[in-house]
C-alpha cells in the first residue's frame, strides 16, 4: 500500500514513469526524465514508443532487453543512470551501446548474463559507479583505468569465489586515485601496488594467488597497513590457502579505522592486531577455531556489535586442515566454549555456525546487551547460561540436519525452563530446518 502510494505520487509529480509490470499508469504528458520498464510485456514495449524518451536521464530495467527496448534506444544522449540488474538477453551490442551513453555515471549490469566489458568502456570518463557483480565478467580491460572518476567498483560473487582480475596498469601507473569501493577483485601474487589509493574506504578480496615460490604477500601488506592509516574503514579478505592469513598475523600496525572485518582463512589463533581494533563494530571469521581464549581476546573490543564465526558443511570443502580446526573447537577448557563474565560491553548480535558445534557456556555477565543468538549446526553439544541474559530477545536454532529436530526442540524447552526459574522475559525461540 505505501510502495503503490509512494509511486502514485511520483507519476504525479513527473518525478518518475513506470511502465508495465502490475502497475496501470496513464501515459506521462510531459517529458521523461526517470524511466522504470517493468516486465516484457511486448505491448508495454509499444507504450514507450509512443513517449518523449529524449529527456531520460535515469533508467531501470526488469525482464528480458530484447522485447523491452530494441538495442538502438540505448543511445540516449544524456542518460546518466542505467541500471540493469537481474536483465536476461544481455549480448555484446548491448555493451557496445552502453559505452555511447558517455554522461553515464552509475552502471548497473548485476546478474546479468554478460561475460565481458568492451575496451571502449574507457569512454565513459564521468562514470562514478560500476556494478557487475554476479556476472560472467572475470576481468578488467585496461581502459578502465582512463576513468579517474570512478568511485566504485564492485564485483566478483562471494558465494561462488568468482573474483574480479585488476589491470595491471591499476597499480604501475597510479590510475584511479578516487576509488571508495574496490570490491570482488583477485590478486595474484604480492606485487600489487595499492598505497596510491589513498581515498579507499572498502577494500574486499575473494582470491587470492601466489605466483612461483613467492608468499610474501610484502606489498600488499604494506599496502592495507599505510592505507589503514587513511579512511579504510571495512576489510574482507577471502583466503583459501591460508598463506596471506599467515603473513598478516606479523602486521605491525592495525588499520586503526576499520569498523567491519571479515576473516575467511584456516586460522587457530586470532592475529593480535586484530584485537586492537578500537572502532570495529561487525568481525566475521570464517573457518577460525571458536576457542575460549579466542573469545576472550576479542572480549576487549570496546565498539563490537556483531560476531560471527563460521564454517563450511559441505564434506568435500573440509579438508583435514579444517578438519583440524573444527577439532580445537572443543579443546579448550574441557570441551567447552565458555563465554567469560566481563567484555563485550556493546555486543548485540552473535552467531555461531559449524556442523558442530561444542558445549557453549555463557557465564554471568557476559556479554551484557546481547539481543540475538543464532546458532548453525548439524550436532551442538549442549547450551548453557542462556537465562543470564536479560537483554535476549531472539534465539535462532537452524538445524542444518532434519534428524536432529529433536534436539533442537530439546534445547529450546530447556532455554525455556531456565529463564522461567530466572523470572526473567523469555527470548523468542526460532527453530529453523
Known amino acids: 500500500m505505501i510502495l503503490e502510494h509512494i509511486v502514485a505520487k511520483a507519476i504525479e509529480e513527473n518525478f518518475i514513469t513506470v511502465v508495465g509490470g502490475n502497475w496501470l499508469m496513464p501515459p506521462p504528458s510531459g517529458k521523461v526524465r526517470r524511466l522504470s520498464l ?48 537481474g536483465c536476461t538477453g544481455f549480448k555484446q551490442q548491448h555493451a557496445n551501446e552502453i559505452c555511447k551513453m558517455l554522461l553515464l555515471k552509475y552502471l548497473s549490469l548485476r546478474r546479468t548474463d554478460t561475460k565481458k566489458l568492451p575496451k571502449t568502456i574507457g569512454k565513459l570518463v564521468n562514470l562514478e559507479t560500476l556494478d557487475i557483480r554476479e556476472t560472467g565478467i572475470v576481468e578488467l580491460p585496461n581502459t578502465i583505468c582512463q576513468l579517474e572518476k570512478l568511485v566504485n567498483i564492485l564485483g566478483g560473487d562471494k558465494t561462488t569465489r568468482v573474483a574480479l582480475k585488476l589491470p595491471e596498469e591499476l597499480s604501475r601507473k597510479k590510475k584511479m586515485n578516487s576509488l571508495r569501493i574496490l570490491s570482488g577483485i583477485e590478486i595474484i601474487g604480492g606485487s600489487v601496488d595499492l598505497h596510491h589509493l589513498t581515498e579507499l574506504r572498502k577494500l574486499a578480496i575473494y582470491k587470492l594467488k601466489t605466483v612461483g615460490s613467492d608468499v610474501s604477500f610484502k606489498e600488499l601488506i604494506s599496502s592495507i597497513e599505510y592505507l589503514g592509516g587513511y579512511s579504510l574503514h571495512t576489510l574482507i579478505i577471502v583466503d583459501e590457502s591460508s598463506e596471506f592469513l599467515k603473513s598478516l598475523a606479523v602486521l605491525s600496525t592495525p588499520p586503526k579505522f576499520l569498523v567491519a572485518l571479515e576473516l575467511s582463512g584456516k586460522m587457530v589463533m586470532i592475529p593480535s592486531w586484530v ?41 568435500e570443502k573440509q579438508d583435514p586442515e579444517t578438519q583440524t580446526i573444527i577439532a580445537q573447537n572443543k579443546l579448550c577448557s574441557d570441551g567447552k566454549v565458555i563465554v567469560r563474565s566481563g567484555g563485550f560491553e556493546k555486543l548485540k548480535l552473535v552467531r555461531f555456525s559449524a556442523p558442530l558445534l561444542p558445549l557453549l557456556s555463557f557465564s554471568k555477565n557476559a556479554m551484557p546487551e546481547l ?5 548453525r549446526f548439524n550436532m551442538l553439544e549442549g547450551l548453557s547460561g542462556v537465562e543470564n541474559h536479560a537483554e535476549l530477545k531472539v534465539v535462532h536454532l537452524a538445524l542444518v540436519k532434519k534428524s536432529g529436530e529433536k534436539m533442537t526442540k530439546k534445547i529450546a524447552s530447556h532455554i525455556e525452563a531456565a529463564v522461567k526459574k530466572t523470572g526473567a522475559t523469555t527470548p523468542r525461540i526460532i527453530l529453523a530446518p
Do not use: C, Y
Open 38 to 85: 517493468q516486465g516484457s510485456d511486448s505491448k508495454r514495449s509499444k507504450d514507450t514508443e509512443k513517449m518523449n524518451l529524449s529527456h531520460v536521464r535515469s533508467l531501470t530495467m526488469f525482464g528480458n532487453l530484447n522485447s523491452q527496448l530494441p538495442s538502438h534506444s540505448f543511445k540516449f544522449g544524456i542518460v546518466q543512470v542505467l541500471d540493469l540488474e
Open 275 to 315: 584485537t586492537k581494533l578500537n572502532v570495529l563494530n561487525k568481525l566475521t571469521l570464517s573457518v577460525t577455531a571458536l576457542r575460549t581464549d579466542n573469545l576472550e581476546h576479542l572480549s576487549n573490543l570496546k565498539a563490537l556489535f556483531s560476531l560471527t564465526f563460521s564454517f563450511p558443511f559441505i564434506a
Open 371 to 375: 539481543e540475538r543468538l543464532e546458532l
